[in-house]
């Protein structure tokens, strides 16, 4: 009888696993309906189960197949891991005797437009009155993990009221995006840059706008202007939103010192690291009237001998960051 007729999962699929499936409602495991996993035999096939995650087949009978209820699940295609092809084997076992051959099954996927676009915007960022500033990659960047790679398709769909997005082509061309211009096409990234040109006498018609220094003298931020781009692969649209920061004209240079108490030395009292900026005898202080701490960049010229300067994340400057 079918039922009687055991077939064994010797190699477990790479990309997926097997699975019972109710052949009316094809999208409901089995796993949900009943334990697919029968008693182990041995310790040894107990210990193999446990690592099977659940709903898994470690074996199914003949009955199931003949019912359509023995299915291959393609489980593992996100986040940028896909295959093309995938394998497994089987044996059958009767109660007293099992297959002499092995079975092995090779099943080929089918690719789908199943991933949505990776779309990264930095949320905020900063521009100087009256400037202008390219989306690098830092900025913004898109990508799509299909395979095959979708075309992706930017267009944006909100539009800055205090300046322009502007497409610069390598070879010269330049135009101002509009609501109805084509969208730019993925692949073109590499050809072209997007700026962001603001546009000072746009501040005039902000309230207490004037020039800007009437809220050049209140903070920092003169105003705040943003846009919305919406990223499509045909199937999936992914839509992001950006604030650009208006900052006063930078105008004034950083400037750069060291403490000069205890002759500018750096000192490590007894302990293996400290920050450069610590308040205090050889502490590195950095200085400029119209750019934020956050815009500044440092740049080291010479690294030292006997140590090394790193970057840390945000910590308690009490708990040291060495191992």
């Known amino acids: 009888m079918d039922s009687e007729i055991q077939l064994h999962v010797i190699q477990q699929p790479l990309w997926g696993h097997l699975s019972l499936m109710d052949p009316v409602a094809m999208t409901t495991p089995a796993s949900a309906q009943l334990d697919v996993i029968v008693e182990a035999e041995s310790e040894a096939e107990a210990e193999a189960e446990q690592q099977v995650p659940v709903g898994q087949l470690l074996r199914f009978n003949m009955a199931d197949v003949r019912r359509i209820r023995v299915h291959y699940v393609n489980s593992r295609h996100s986040g940028g891991i896909e295959s093309l092809a995938d394998v497994f084997s ?3 076992y009767d ?5 002499v051959a092995t079975l092995e099954i090779k099943v080929a996927i089918n690719p789908v437009n199943d991933e949505p676009p990776r779309v990264r915007l930095l949320g905020r960022f900063s521009v100087p009155l009256g400037e202008a500033r390219v989306l690098t990659p830092h900025l913004f960047a898109v990508s ?10 930017i267009r944006f769909t909100e539009f800055p009221r205090l300046g322009q997005l ?13 609501l109805q211009s084509s969208p730019i096409t993925e692949a073109y990234l590499g050809m072209l840059n997007i700026f962001y040109v603001q546009n000072a006498s746009a501040l005039a018609l902000l309230p207490g706008g004037g020039d800007g220094t009437e809220l050049m003298s209140a903070s920092r931020v003169l105003a705040v202007d943003e846009f919305a781009v919406s990223v499509s692969d045909g199937r999936h649209s992914v839509l992001r939103r950006a604030q650009i920061l208006i900052r006063p004209a930078n105008l004034i240079a950083p400037r750069l010192r060291v403490d000069q108490r205890a002759d500018g030395w750096l000192t490590l009292d007894g302990v293996p690291w400290r920050r450069l900026d610590h308040p205090g005898p050889g ?29 840390l994340p945000r910590i308690d400057p009490s708990v040291s960051p060495l191992r």
Do not use: C, K, M
């Not at 109660?95 to 297959?99: I, R, V």
């Not at 502007?166 to 509009?178: K, L, N, S």
């Not at 400029?288 to 300067?309: F, K, Q, S, V």
């Open 166 to 178: 502007r497409v610069h082509w390598r070879h010269g061309e330049e135009y101002t995006i509009r």
């Open 144 to 153: 799509d993990h299909d395979v095959p790679r979708d075309v992706l398709q």
């Open 95 to 99: 109660g007293n005797f099992s297959s």
């Open 90 to 92: 089987l044996r059958a």
């Open 283 to 311: 502490g590195l202080i950095v200085e400029d009237d119209d750019t934020p701490e956050d815009d500044l960049i440092l740049t080291l010229i010479e690294a030292p001998r006997l140590g090394r300067i790193e970057r």
